[in-house]
């Protein structure tokens, strides 16, 4: 063989080599950590939920992390609860695949408690930075006994530690968390552990929970004055009329805007959505009652012109003319109907207040009777407030809205 041709094969050798060598690479870095949170990375970027729940085990993750909350949350909050059957792991999961499908979070018309609490925790706030390092963890032998024996070792799983470094604003810095994965049966790696989850949940919990303090505190504050101003409107006005209802309306639009001006924290959200849920039924009872207002107008006016219309009557009878027969309105029947709009929006003023005070805690003082309490008088009226239609009685001379037959309004349970 010449020159050239020890040439041409020494060439060929070094590329059949080269190429030996990347082959044997990659079918070694496909099974390599590194490679999994490459492939996890594509499959956010290309939204492919299939792929990515290939290289997160968010069943795992999730439970894990649940069961870390559970020891950071008071017995007593509310948050609790959701924790421990379930709905907050259940709920997360499908917005993390909601996510990665469509690269925003779901929007919802009304804020959970759910999604107030993702919020809290960080889950829709932080961002990530950057991959710190992936390393496989030392590999731990371990046989039958405590003793060594021929052919009795066994390895434990192989694992790794991803660290990422991720950034939530309300934490006030950066935080490294710390990721687990596992390889597959398969031979690709899992995420199924954020190992230092609780340490960086309960530094931004303690955080949010402070501003959440304040907030509550002032809108605490806030209601219970409307809840004053209410009771000095009764006192100044004991049966509502259509000047009570324009006071009414006035306190709560001051006690509105003093709302809207308060900066509401991460976890506040659920709240906001409550207190704005409040202001709508409010003035929905408002229409309520002034629709049954001008009802009872409707029917006084009646009265007159039937009176004045008997009297007539009465003169052509004694003339000896005819008198027409006339059918009076179904003045019960629109009463009826109009108790029982103004007791469906005083009921939902009554849950929406005990939603509230789930938050913020009941004020000192109860002055609300309340739907509830109307249920428990034995009378015509509030026999038809709550079944429309029983009782006889109701009939053109009831008002729903006269004093003795409503609630007070109150701003606060």
């Known amino acids: ?146 003793e060594a024996a021929e052919g009795s070792e066994s390895k434990a799983p192989e694992t790794a530690t991803v660290a990422v470094r991720i950034f939530e604003p309300n934490y006030g810095d950066s935080f490294v968390l710390k990721f687990k994965m596992r390889q597959t049966d398969d031979e690709t790696w899992q995420i199924y552990d954020i190992i230092n989850y609780a340490e960086f949940v309960d530094a931004l919990v303690k955080q949010n929970d402070r501003d959440m303090k304040r907030y509550v505190d002032k809108v605490r504050t806030n209601l219970k004055n409307t809840e004053d101003k209410f009771a000095e409107l009764k006192k100044k006005i004991p049966e509502i009329n259509k000047d009570w ?8 639009k001051e006690s509105c805007e003093g709302l809207d001006e308060l900066k509401v924290p991460v976890g506040g959200k659920h709240l906001e959505s409550l207190l704005a849920e409040r202001k709508s039924i409010f003035y929905e009872m408002m229409d309520d009652y002034y629709t049954s207002l001008n009802h009872q107008e409707k029917v006084e006016d009646y ?16 003339r000896g003319e005819k008198v027409k027969k006339r059918r009076a309105p179904n003045f019960e ?18 849950e929406n207040k005990a939603e509230i005070a789930k938050i913020i805690g009941p004020s000192e003082e109860v002055r609300a009777r309340g739907v509830r309490a109307m249920r428990n008088n034995d009378d015509a009226a509030v026999r038809a407030a709550n079944y429309p239609g029983a009782d006889a009685e109701v009939g053109m001379d009831f008002s729903p809205v006269r004093a003795e037959n409503l609630p007070e309004v109150s701003a606060i349970k």
């Open 333 to 350: 029947a629109q009463a009826t109907k109009i108790n029982g709009e103004v007791s469906a929006s005083n009921k939902r003023w009554e």
């Open 1 to 146: 063989m010449n020159y050239k041709g020890a040439l041409i094969v020494g060439i060929l050798l070094e590329i059949l080599l080269a190429g030996a060598a990347a082959a044997f690479y990659f079918l070694y870095y496909v099974h390599t950590p590194a490679y999994s949170m490459n492939a996890l990375q594509k499959a956010v970027v290309s939204h492919n939920t299939e792929e990515f729940q290939k290289y997160v085990d968010l069943d795992a993750v999730l439970n894990k992390g649940a069961n870390d909350l559970s020891k950071l949350i008071d017995a007593d909050s509310p948050d609790k609860q959701m924790i421990l059957d379930g709905s907050l792991v259940e709920k997360t999961k499908e917005d993390i695949l909601y996510f990665v499908a469509n690269e925003k979070w779901p929007k919802e018309e009304n804020v959970s408690q759910v999604t107030a609490f993702q919020d809290k925790i960080g889950l829709r706030t932080m961002s990530m930075r950057k991959i710190e390092y992936v390393s496989k963890d030392p590999v731990i032998e371990a046989d039958e006994g405590g």
């Open 303 to 318: 009265k007159k012109h039937a009176e004045e219309q008997a009297k007539e009557d009465a003169a052509k009878a004694a």
């Open 245 to 252: 209802i324009i006071e009414a309306e006035k306190i709560m």
